[in-house]
Structures are given as structure tokens and as C-alpha cells.
């Protein structure tokens, strides 16, 4: 494995001093999913917390307004190793506890989810196949990439009983994507965030095909 930045010893730290809100994360399979997707599902519910996300939002003007005033570092998302440390204490729990999976699904955004999940997943389960998901390339590509991806906000309304916001179904978006690459594997698919306009959230799902078994 690549040597990186990133510290396993430090990773570990992080989960005992993160607010415990965001700790042990309902981490479960999901049945319901697994006869449209053709593969086994389990789901890491980040959402179940106050924020509805992995991580505590916080206004980011502010803070950095606070951190000039009182002359204190303001660490930023993606940006600086900590928080890509923190976000890596997500990967833990799948790692510690799913007796084995295949491949763990992971929505590309800033990159500190990614980054720090991809680090606690290579460095203790090698074998997994760690997949980043962001839709990139051509405007079709795009287009196309929306419409999977309502589509399994979808699915995880229908079948999860989950409101989720766009990036947190894109782990769905990618099986249905590409379902012969999943097929009859285990797959761990971190639902990252639930912070969605409900009128847009009505709109976007309300259109989207109803998929049942």
C-alpha cells in the first residue's frame, strides 16, 4: 500500500475525542435493496445523527471570521490532514464490524471522506475494493448520472425508508450503473447526507421510476 500522511494511531485517537453524536453509526444490510441491485447491500447510516451528515457543519464564514478575530487556525474541510483523519473514522466501523465485504462505495466530494476512508479501508481490509463516485465528463454523462442517481434516492425512500440528499445516493447510483461489476458481491455504500430541500427533494423523486422486486 502507497505510504500516506495519514496515521492509523492518530485515526483511532480521532473516534475518542469526536462528540460521541457521531459515533456508532446504525451500520446494517439492507434486503429490500438487494433483488433490484442483484448484489448484497449494506448501509452505513451517516445521516442519523443532529446534522444528518458525517460531519458537524458548521457556517464557514463565521468561523473563519472568529479565527482571524481570536488569532486561532481554522481548519479547513478537505483542506488540512485533520479533517480527512476524522472523516477516516467512518471507515472504522465497517472495517470492525461487517465480518467481510467485497467493496465500499463512497461519494467523491471535497475529497476527506474519501481520502480517510479509502486510508482505513486499504491499510486493514486490503482485499476491498475501495470506489470513489462522483459524476464527471460530458454534459450526457452528467445527465445521465442524475438520473441514476434520483433514481436511487429513490430506491432508498422506497425500500430504505431513507430521505437522502443527491451525493448519498450515488453509491446506489453506481451499482445501477454498472450492475454486472456488483453482481453477487457484498457492498458496503455510505449514505453520507440527508440536508435536502423538500420541495426539490418532492420534485427530483416524485419523477424519478418506482423500481420493486
Known amino acids: 500500500m502507497r505510504k500516506t500522511r495519514l496515521d492509523s494511531s492518530r485515526i483511532r485517537a480521532a473516534r475518542r475525542v469526536i462528540d460521541p453524536v457521531f459515533l456508532d453509526t446504525p451500520l446494517y444490510r439492507c434486503e429490500a435493496l438487494e433483488p433490484d441491485l442483484g448484489c448484497t447491500v449494506s448501509i452505513t447510516l451517516e445521516t442519523a445523527n443532529p446534522v444528518r451528515s458525517f460531519k458537524a457543519w458548521s457556517g464557514r464564514g463565521r468561523a473563519a471570521v472568529i479565527a482571524r478575530h481570536d488569532g486561532i487556525r481554522l481548519v479547513e ?115 453520507c447526507g440527508g440536508n435536502v430541500d423538500v420541495d426539490a427533494y418532492h420534485r427530483w423523486v416524485g419523477a424519478a421510476p418506482t423500481h420493486r422486486s
Do not use: Y
Open 77 to 191: 474541510d478537505s483542506l488540512d490532514l485533520e479533517t480527512c483523519e476524522g472523516a477516516a473514522t467512518v471507515g472504522l466501523e465497517p472495517v470492525d464490524t461487517v465480518p467481510s465485504f467485497d467493496a465500499v462505495l463512497i461519494a467523491l466530494g471535497g475529497g476527506a471522506l474519501a481520502t480517510g476512508v479509502g486510508q482505513v479501508v486499504k491499510a486493514l481490509a486490503p482485499g476491498v475494493e475501495v470506489i470513489c463516485v462522483q459524476p464527471l465528463g460530458a454534459p450526457a454523462m452528467t445527465h445521465s448520472w442524475r438520473g441514476r442517481r434520483v433514481a436511487g434516492m429513490r430506491m432508498l425512500l422506497d425500500h430504505a425508508g431513507l430521505v437522502v440528499e443527491p451525493s448519498a445516493a450515488l453509491g446506489i447510483a453506481a451499482i445501477l450503473k454498472d450492475r454486472d461489476r456488483f453482481a453477487g458481491r457484498h457492498v458496503v455504500t455510505i449514505v
